[in-house]
């Protein structure tokens, strides 16, 4: 994709703006449950007319209205969820953090020499989530994209670093660009390096020794290097032609191993930490908001979900009591 070049900025919403109104952060998320599920059951009860059934069971008629129940429920339990987890499990410092779930505050941070770039604008960044909507003339949709990245980014907290990988988790960033070109509008959300998160998941740390996948890694492209320069190869190992080179192949690929072997011991590798999405299902957040502030959000959003669920339930109890005899 060619980077996006905007001829009208709409909004910018970067660091902490937002105030109160930053748990619209989430809306995105939050809402796209209950959206889907009104969605599903006003299709399904499209279909009970189009096939004009001749007995539409009354229960039919507010399915949209019990699915928008159902998901606000489900809202509400799992806000609680991510409440209770960010208040049972205290702070931990990545150098002397136990093995196991674990609450995590540091900054992000790119792998050196290799920065992700936001394809919108080619920003670097640690994580970024896009989507572009065209419209034609009149104004209809025409088409559209969305991407979001699965690239593991750093997180450093001063005691030490950690790689986090992004797949599962429930990301809140608070960098957002909205703007139109022409017919297209687009809006990117980026995490930049040095922005400060709240990571919450499952903490492990690999083992410091080299594992064979890693052994057959290295020396492989170590005998790749070698055969940029034929000549010197064949010097190395006393042989005339490259016919004699494949015939001795073992021994070379022997040498190259006890090559990369040695190479270890001077430069042992270090035992790398990571954050992952929890196997037993416990929340997954990775937030660039502050942890006072995710507090604050999560819970408008448990009395936001709890408010809509009361009031289809107390709907649905006045459509009952309307329909009685």
């Known amino acids: ?22 748990f619209l952060w989430m809306a995105g998320t939050e809402v796209f449950a209950p959206a889907l599920a009104v969605g599903f059951a006003a299709v399904a009860l499209i279909v009970v007319f189009a096939l004009r059934l001749e007995e539409v069971q009354p229960w039919l008629l507010v399915s949209p209205l019990l699915a928008f ?40 941070a790119s792998f050196a020499g290799q920065p992700t770039r936001s394809p919108l604008t080619q920003q670097v960044c640690c994580w970024y989530s896009y989507d572009w909507h065209e419209f034609d003339d009149q104004g209809h949709p025409k088409s559209q994209e969305r991407d979001t990245s699965n690239w593991s980014f750093m997180l450093n907290d001063g005691s030490g670093e950690c790689v986090v990988d992004p797949v599962g988790a429930r990301l809140i960033p608070v960098r957002t660009n909205r703007w139109r070109d022409r017919n297209i509008h687009y809006v990117e959300k980026t995490i930049l390096p040095g922005d400060p998160l709240v990571v919450m998941g499952q903490f492990s740390t690999s083992a410091a020794g080299p594992t064979d996948f890693d052994l057959e890694r290295r020396t492989g492209e170590l005998l790749a290097e070698w055969k940029k320069d034929l000549p010197a190869l064949l010097r190395r190992f006393n042989l005339d032609t490259e016919d004699q080179l494949m015939q001795q192949w073992e021994c070379v690929r022997t040498a190259a191993l006890q090559a990369v072997r040695a190479d270890l011991a001077r430069n042992p590798p270090q035992a790398q930490n990571q954050m992952a999405r929890p196997a037993d299902g416990r929340p997954f957040i990775i937030s660039a908001e502050s942890e006072p502030r995710l507090e604050r959000d999560l819970k408008i959003w448990a009395w936001l979900h709890l408010a809509l669920f009361l009031a289809g339930g107390g709907t649905f109890v006045y459509w009952a009591l309307a329909l009685r005899p």
């Open 1 to 22: 994709m060619e980077p996006a070049t905007p001829h009208r900025y709409a909004s910018a919403f970067t660091g902490n703006e937002g105030g109160w109104f930053s």
């Open 69 to 108: 129940m159902a998901a606000n429920f489900w809202g509400w339990l799992t806000a609680n969820r991510r409440l209770q987890a960010l208040g049972d499990f205290p702070l931990s410092r990545i150098a002397s953090a136990a093995q196991g779930y674990l609450r995590l505050e540091g900054r992000a």
